[in-house]
C-alpha cells in the first residue's frame, strides 16, 4: 500500500524537478517513514493528501533539520520562574470565573510567577475587573486595540520569568498547569517547548461543529491527532497553551509579527522561525486546560476561516518556501483558471450554512447526521479559507464565489446535504437542490416514501454525481423508486447514468434483471422495475438489460422493440450527449478492457484472472458491443466485483451511436490504456476511428483465436487502424508467426497464454475424488471423460457426441462422457444426444462454478475444437494431472511433446479418425497418465496468475513507451 501510494509518477516527477531532493530514493524513504507514522497514528488519508503532505514536509525538512543545533545560554539568576502571559479583549464577563481558576493555581503552584493579563483595547471593563484583583500576582498592561500578537509582544517585553507560558483568555488551567510546564521545561534542553493539552470546558457541551474543528477536520486544534509525549513540528505552536524559555524566545529580533494584521498564524509564522534554530515541541497532554469557547454560529467559523486564508498570505509573502503548506499560489492560479469558463448560478453560499445552522440549532443527534454534516465543514471551511486567500488577489463578488463553490464542491457535499434534510427539513435546502439540478444537471432521483430504506439508498449511492436520492421528488428528469430490498447495483445505476446522458430520451426505461431477451423483462414478483421520465409526453421507452440483477420472477414480452431494447420511432435518432463525470482513482492508470461480451468462456474467465490480479494496479473498465444472449451465460457479477465500471454499449446506443456512447466513457475515464481482447464486427469495421478516439492511450490488441478466419483476416489485409496500435498480444505461437509474416514488427508482439485460475485449483486438489463426485452428482464407480466449453461451431461439440457414441460402440458401458457448458448449439446438442440414444451415457451440466473439480475427476479431457488459441479448460484439467486428447489446434501439440500428458488427434472432423485415436490413447493411459501426474505442479506454475499477469504489466508498459516514442 505504501509503495503503490508514494512511488507513483507525480512523486518520480517532482523529486526530479526539486534541486534539494538529491534523489527519487531519499523522497520515497521519507514519504515511507511518514506513511508508517501516519498508520501508527491511525490517520486515513485519500493518496493524493498524502502526497501532498509527504511534499511539504520533505521541503521543509530540507529548508531546516528539525532536530539541528540546540540554541544555548549562559546559566543565570532570575527575579521569577514563570510568566503567564494572557492577551485579553472584552473577557469581563468570563474573568470572573477565571479569576477564581487562577487562585486554584496559586495555591498549588511550587514556583515563582507572575500572571501578566495584556488587554488590546478592550470597550468593556476587561481592564477594571483585573485592576480589582488583588490576591494573585497579576500584571495588568493596557494597549491600544492592535490585535493579539501586539499585545502578547508587550507582555512579554516586560516578563521577569525564565521560562514564559502563553495561554488564552478563555482558557481554564487545572491547578498545577505552571508546575507541569515548567519542570518539564527544565528537564528538556533550553530550546524545547511544551505543548499542553486543551479540552473542551466542562460547563460546554460541544456540539458537531466543536466536535468537527477539533477532532475530525482539526480546522482549530489537532490535539486528538498528536502523539502524546512526543515531539510535534512549528505547525502546533498554538499560543493556547504553551511554554517556551523567554531568552530563547527573545533571540528572535521579532517576536510575534505584527504585519499579520489580523490573529491567524503569527504564531505558527514564529513557531517557523524558531524550528530553523532547533525548537522542537513536546507534547504533554497532561499540561491540560478547559476552552471556555462555545462555538455554535457556523457563519462565524466560516469568517475565522476566511481570516486564516487572508493571513496565510502574509506568512507566504514573509517566507515564500511554505507554499507547500499554504498552498496560497496554487489557490490562486486554480481559482483564476475556474473564472476562464465562468457562468452565473443560482447557488447561495449562504444556504448552505443556513442548513448546517439549522441541525445545529434543532438539536438533532446521530453518529451518521454527524458525520454528514462533517462532510459538509470540511468542505466549507476549506472554501472559506481559500477564499481568504483570493481576497487580495481576485476580490470576488458573490457571483463569483457562487460559481466556484457550484463548479468544485457543491457535488461533494450534495448526497450530505440530502441526508441531513431527511432528518432536519429547511427551506434552504429546497434552495441549494434547485441550485444543484441546474448547475450539474441532475440526471436520476432516486425516490422513496420509506424514511428507513431511503437512508440505506443514500449509503449505496453516495457520492455518485447527478443522482439525488429523495423522500419526494423536487425536479424534472428520470425517477426511480425501487421496491424495498431490490435497489440495483452502483454500477447498474452507472450504465443507467450513461444511458440517460447520452441523450436518448425516453419515457419509460424498463430494467429487465439477468439474462432474457429484449422482448423479455426479467422481473421480480412479477413486477416490472421502471424508471420514468416526468416528462409525460415522451411515449417511447427502452428495454435496458442488466446482466448482473438478480432475476428471479415472471416475464413481461415487450414485442415492438428493435435489436437493441428500443420501442418503435425513436430508430436511428442521433444522440447529443450531455456532460457525466463518475469517481475514478486517479493515482492509478485506468485500463478499458473491451472484450466483444461478458459470456462465460475462455476468454473471458481470462480477462478475469489478470484483472482480479492487477486490480490494485490499475482501474478497469469492462466494455462490451455485443448482443448478449441467454445461452452464452454471464461473467457480469464476476466483473462488477473486479472493476470500477461494466458498461454494455449494445444495450446503451443502436449501432450508429456507438461511438458517441465510447466517447462519453473515454471521456469521463480518461484511459491510460485500451485493452481488445477479443474483437467483434464493430470494431472491425471502426479500426481507424478507435484510434483517433484513443489517440493519446496506448491501444494493446489480444485478439486472434486462428491463423485463418475471423480477426486474423485484419492483419492479412494490413487493416490500418489495427497496424496503428501499440502493442500486439499473441496467444499462442502460430498466431505471433501469422502477426509478424503480415508485417507486424516482432518486437512489438507478446506471446502471452492464457492463466490459471490458482485458488480454484487448490480448492480442488484438497478434495478426494469420491467428494467431487458427490458434489457434481455423479456416481464415482464410472470412469468419465469430459468436454468443457462453450456449445459453439468453434468448438464441435456435435463431433464429441458421435464420438462418444463409437466408443461405446466399441468399449461398450465402461466410460461416460460429461459435457458442460452452454450455447446455441445446446438444442442440437440434446436433440443428437437423443437421436443417438445416449442419455444415459453422457451427462450433461450447463454451467460447472469450478471446473478443476469436473476435470480433476475425469480420465481425460476431450476437444474436437475447429480453432484455439491454447484452451484454459485443457490448461486446468492438466494442472490437476488429468491427460488430454484434442484437435492439434493452437499450440496444444507443443505442449503435450513438452510435458508428455496428451495426444492429438490425427485429422480434424473424421470420427473414425477420433476413434482410432481414442483406442491409442487408452492403450498407452497408464504412461500419459504417470507423466500428467509428474508434471501437474509444472504446469501450474508455467501458467499461474503471478507469472502471467507480469507479463502483461510489461506489455502495457511497452505499449505506453511505444506510445509516447510515436508521439500518437
Not at 114 to 142: H, R, Y
Request: glycine fraction near 6%; include cysteine.
Amino acid at each position: 500500500m505504501i509503495q503503490k501510494i508514494v512511488f507513483n509518477h507525480k512523486i518520480r516527477s517532482f523529486a526530479k524537478k526539486i534541486p534539494l531532493v538529491k534523489s527519487t530514493y531519499r523522497f520515497y524513504q521519507h514519504g515511507i517513514n511518514l506513511l508508517r507514522k501516519l498508520r501508527e497514528d491511525g490517520f486515513f488519508y485519500t493518496s493524493y493528501s498524502i502526497y501532498y503532505r509527504i511534499k511539504s514536509e520533505y521541503m521543509l525538512s530540507r529548508i531546516f533539520d528539525i532536530s539541528g543545533s540546540e540554541y544555548s545560554r549562559e546559566n543565570r539568576e532570575y527575579e521569577l520562574d514563570v510568566s503567564v502571559i494572557i492577551p485579553t479583549y472584552n473577557r469581563s464577563v468570563l474573568l470572573l470565573p477565571l479569576i477564581e481558576c487562577l487562585r486554584e493555581v496559586h495555591k498549588a503552584t511550587e514556583y515563582r510567577y507572575e500572571i501578566i493579563f495584556s488587554d488590546d483595547g478592550s470597550s468593556d471593563d476587561t481592564v477594571a475587573v483585573l485592576k480589582n484583583v488583588i490576591d494573585l500576582p497579576l500584571v495588568v498592561l493596557q494597549n491600544e486595540h492592535g490585535g493579539a500578537a501586539k499585545a502578547r509582544n508587550n507582555a512579554i517585553s516586560v516578563a521577569r520569568g525564565e521560562k514564559l507560558l502563553i495561554i488564552g483568555d478563555d482558557i481554564f488551567p487545572n491547578p498545577q498547569i505552571i508546575n507541569q510546564h515548567y519542570r518539564k521545561l527544565k528537564e528538556l534542553p533550553v530550546c524545547k517547548a511544551v505543548l499542553g493539552n486543551i479540552i473542551w470546558h466542562k460547563d460546554i457541551t460541544p456540539n458537531v461543529l466543536m466536535k468537527h474543528i477539533t477532532e475530525i477536520g482539526q480546522e482549530q486544534f489537532s490535539f486528538s491527532s498528536l502523539k502524546e509525549h512526543g515531539y510535534v513540528d512549528f505547525r502546533h505552536f498554538y499560543t493556547c497553551n504553551i511554554s517556551i524559555d523567554r531568552d530563547f524566545l527573545l533571540s528572535e529580533d521579532i517576536i510575534f509579527d505584527e504585519r499579520f494584521y489580523k490573529y491567524n498564524f503569527e504564531d505558527i509564522e514564529l513557531g517557523y522561525r524558531l524550528a530553523k534554530k532547533g525548537m522542537q515541541i513536546y507534547f504533554y497532554p497532561e499540561a491540560c486546560g478547559e476552552h471556555h469557547h462555545s462555538y455554535r454560529d457556523v457563519r462565524k467559523f466560516c469568517t475565522r476561516q476566511e481570516v486564516a486564508g487572508e493571513m496565510a498570505l502574509v506568512f507566504k509573502k514573509l517566507h515564500n518556501e511554505v507554499e507547500y503548506l499554504v498552498c496560497t499560489d496554487s489557490i490562486v492560479h486554480k481559482w483564476k483558471k475556474y473564472l476562464n469558463h465562468f457562468r452565473p448560478t443560482n447557488l447561495n453560499i449562504e444556504d448552505i450554512i443556513a442548513v448546517c445552522q439549522h441541525v445545529e440549532d434543532s438539536g438533532v443527534k446521530g453518529n451518521e447526521l454527524e458525520e454528514h454534516l462533517s462532510v459538509i465543514y470540511r468542505t466549507l471551511f476549506r472554501f472559506f479559507y481559500e477564499k481568504g486567500v483570493v481576497s487580495k488577489e481576485i476580490n470576488p463578488d458573490d457571483k463569483v464565489l457562487s460559481f466556484i463553490f457550484a463548479e468544485r464542491y457543491l457535488n461533494d457535499i450534495i448526497s450530505a446535504l440530502a441526508f441531513i434534510n431527511s432528518f432536519a427539513p429547511s427551506a434552504a435546502f429546497d434552495s441549494v437542490v434547485g441550485a444543484y439540478a441546474e448547475i450539474v444537471g441532475v440526471r436520476l432521483y432516486i425516490s422513496s416514501k420509506d424514511d428507513i430504506y431511503l437512508n440505506e439508498l443514500r449509503k449505496v449511492y453516495s457520492g455518485l454525481p447527478g443522482v439525488l436520492v429523495f423522500g419526494d421528488v423536487c425536479g424534472t428528469g428520470y425517477v426511480y423508486s425501487p421496491r424495498i430490498g431490490f435497489e440495483i447495483s452502483r454500477l447498474s445505476i452507472m450504465q443507467l447514468l450513461v444511458f440517460i446522458g447520452s441523450g436518448a430520451s425516453v419515457g419509460r426505461i424498463i430494467l429487465s434483471r439477468g439474462l432474457g431477451s429484449f422482448k423479455e423483462t426479467g422481473t421480480i414478483g412479477g413486477e416490472v422495475d421502471i424508471v420514468y421520465n416526468t416528462d409525460d409526453t415522451i411515449k417511447s421507452f427502452k428495454v435496458l438489460r442488466l446482466f448482473s440483477e438478480q432475476r428471479d420472477g415472471t416475464s413481461a414480452n415487450y414485442a415492438t422493440v428493435d435489436e437493441h431494447g428500443f420501442s418503435v420511432g425513436i430508430n436511428k435518432k442521433k444522440l447529443l450527449p450531455l456532460p457525466l463525470s463518475f469517481p475514478v482513482k486517479r493515482e492509478k492508470p485506468t485500463v478499458f478492457v473491451i472484450p466483444s461480451i461478458l459470456a462465460v468462456g475462455g476468454v473471458e474467465r481470462n480477462t478475469a484472472e489478470i484483472v482480479s490480479t492487477l486490480k490494485d494496479r490499475y482501474n478497469f473498465i469492462a466494455i462490451t458491443f455485443e448482443n448478449h444472449r441467454p445461452e452464452q451465460g454471464s461473467l457480469h457479477r464476476v466483473f462488477e466485483q473486479l472493476c470500477d465500471g461494466v458498461f454494455d454499449i449494445w444495450e446503451l446506443a443502436q449501432r450508429e451511436n456507438f461511438i458517441t456512447v465510447l466517447k462519453m466513457l473515454k471521456d469521463i475515464y480518461k484511459p491510460q490504456i485500451v485493452w481488445i481482447c477479443n474483437g467483434c464486427p464493430w470494431l472491425a469495421e471502426n479500426t481507424v476511428t478507435l484510434r483517433q478516439l484513443f489517440s493519446d492511450s496506448a491501444v494493446v490488441d489480444q485478439q486472434v483465436y486462428d491463423t485463418e478466419a475471423g480477426w486474423v483476416q485484419l492483419y492479412k489485409r494490413r487493416d490500418k487502424g489495427l497496424f496503428s496500435f501499440d502493442r500486439y498480444i499473441a496467444i499462442n505461437s502460430k498466431i505471433r508467426e501469422t502477426f509478424i509474416s503480415c508485417g507486424i514488427k516482432e518486437e512489438d508482439v507478446d506471446l502471452i497464454y492464457s492463466v490459471l485460475a490458482m485458488e480454484k485449483r487448490s480448492s480442488a486438489l484438497e478434495l478426494s475424488r469420491e467428494e467431487k463426485c458427490n458434489k457434481l452428482g455423479l456416481d464415482p464407480a464410472y470412469k468419465y471423460f469430459v468436454f468443457i466449453g462453450r456449445l459453439t461451431a468453434q468448438k464441435a461439440p456435435l463431433d464429441i457426441v458421435l464420438l462418444s457414441a463409437k466408443i461405446k460402440e466399441k468399449f461398450g458401458d465402461d466410460y461416460r462422457f460429461i459435457m458442460a457448458g452452454n450455447g446455441e448449439l445446446n438444442a442440437a446438442v440434446d436433440e443428437l444426444i437423443n437421436e443417438q440414444e445416449l442419455s444415459d451415457y453422457i451427462i450433461r451440466f450447463e454451467f460447472v462454478q469450478n471446473t478443476f473439480e469436473l476435470s480433476s475427476i475425469a480420465e481425460a479431457i476431450v476437444f474436437t475444437s475447429l480453432y484455439e488459441g491454447l484452451s484454459i479448460a485443457l490448461l486446468e484439467a492438466l494442472s490437476v494431472g488429468t491427460p488430454g486428447i484434442s484437435t492439434n489446434v493452437g499450440d496444444t501439440m507443443l505442449v503435450f511433446e513438452k510435458y508428455k500428458n496428451g495426444v492429438c488427434f490425427e485429422k480434424t472432423g473424421e470420427i473414425d479418425s477420433y476413434l482410432d485415436s481414442f483406442t491409442k490413447f487408452i492403450a498407452n493411459y497408464a504412461y500419459i497418465k504417470k507423466n500428467a501426474e509428474m508434471n501437474k505442479h509444472r504446469i501450474a506454475e508455467d501458467f499461474c496468475t503471478e507469472k502471467i499477469s507480469l507479463q502483461y504489466v510489461q506489455c502495457f508498459n511497452k505499449a505506453l513507451i511505444h506510445l509516447r516514442n510515436t508521439g500518437k
